[in-house]
């Protein structure tokens, strides 16, 4: 399975390197079954494997971070370079500009309880600021038969009397960005916290519905290391869009329930009771680990 799921994803990669919406999926096909054909597997057994897997992802998950580690070293044999999402990999936890992701950098996930939901919190600390900025960007890979595509990110910051939440749904394999940014008369930030949510679970089907999330990093800005933020904001909206990812829903929402009604941070009161064209950029995605 392992062997793979690298040659699926390196299969997808050189399928993407040029042509046409119709050419790209022909050749996605076709490579993939040359792959199948190289380790004397049918599409039906690969199957097979996949529905074992599918209400079992804990042990997927070991398998798809060795898969990772294995496109890295392909990446870095190909003499590939940082991009747009590899370019925070280098920071640490410190610094005007640092990643403060903490678990693992990558998720698999699909749409069956409890393997559709997967929450996680950042307390802040002494080097959280006033006017910090925070972005989270991803990696999104659906492997679908049938369904709709459905992934969903929340972030919320707490600030000391009041929480900024945010929100992207994704439904197209490819890089996707989530940027918070807020006043920094709100306060310090107390804790960075939300879930990533894959729906369908009222779907009975029993199809193949598969959502790797991987090179997770949600990086803090503080207010002097953003010099040209909104440039470099502008182009990394524009490097997703000639990439072939979905145009993002951003919104706010008061209670949690999906209100997709505006756009931009919204400051509410706290609640004290409760996928590139190119091959190497493609490979290069996958370079950021833990």
Not at 122 to 140: A, E, V
Not at 166 to 174: A, D, K, L
Not at 224 to 241: C, L, P, V
């Amino acid at each position: 399975m392992e062997d793979l799921l690298v040659d699926f994803h390196m299969s997808r990669a050189m399928a993407q390197l040029d042509g046409s919406f119709e050419e790209q999926s022909y050749k996605k096909q076709l490579y993939w079954q040359a792959a199948l054909e190289k380790h004397g597997v049918t599409q039906e057994q690969f199957d097979s494997s996949l529905v074992y897997y599918y209400i079992r992802a804990d042990r997927f998950d070991n398998i798809y971070q060795r898969v990772l580690n294995r496109l890295q070293d392909d990446a870095l044999a190909l003499g590939a370079s940082e991009g747009d999402i590899g370019r925070f990999t280098s920071y640490d936890e410190n610094g005007d500009t640092a990643n403060i992701w903490r678990r693992n950098s990558a998720l698999v996930m699909t749409p069956v309880a409890p393997y559709h939901r997967v929450e996680f919190s950042i307390q802040g600390d002494s080097l959280f600021r006033p006017g910090d900025t925070f972005l989270m960007q991803f990696m999104s890979d659906f492997i679908y038969q049938t369904g709709k595509k459905d992934g969903l990110l929340y972030l919320a910051i707490e600030y000391p009397d009041s929480i900024v939440v945010r929100q992207t749904r994704f439904s197209y394999s490819g890089l996707n960005q989530l940027n918070v940014k807020v006043d920094e008369k709100v306060g310090c930030p107390k804790r960075v916290y939300g879930y990533f949510y894959l729906g369908g679970a009222d779907d009975p089907s029993t199809t193949i519905r598969l959502l790797f999330v991987n090179n997770i990093q949600l990086i803090r800005f503080h207010t002097t290391a953003i010099i040209n933020n909104d440039e470099t904001e502008q182009q990394s909206q524009t490097d997703s869009i000639s990439s072939g990812t979905i145009a993002r829903r951003d919104a706010d929402e008061s209670n949690g329930g999906g209100n997709t009604s505006g756009n931009g941070a919204k400051v509410l009161p706290a609640n004290r009771g409760a996928s590139p064209n190119r091959m190497v950029e493609r490979i290069d995605s996958l370079k950021s680990r833990r």
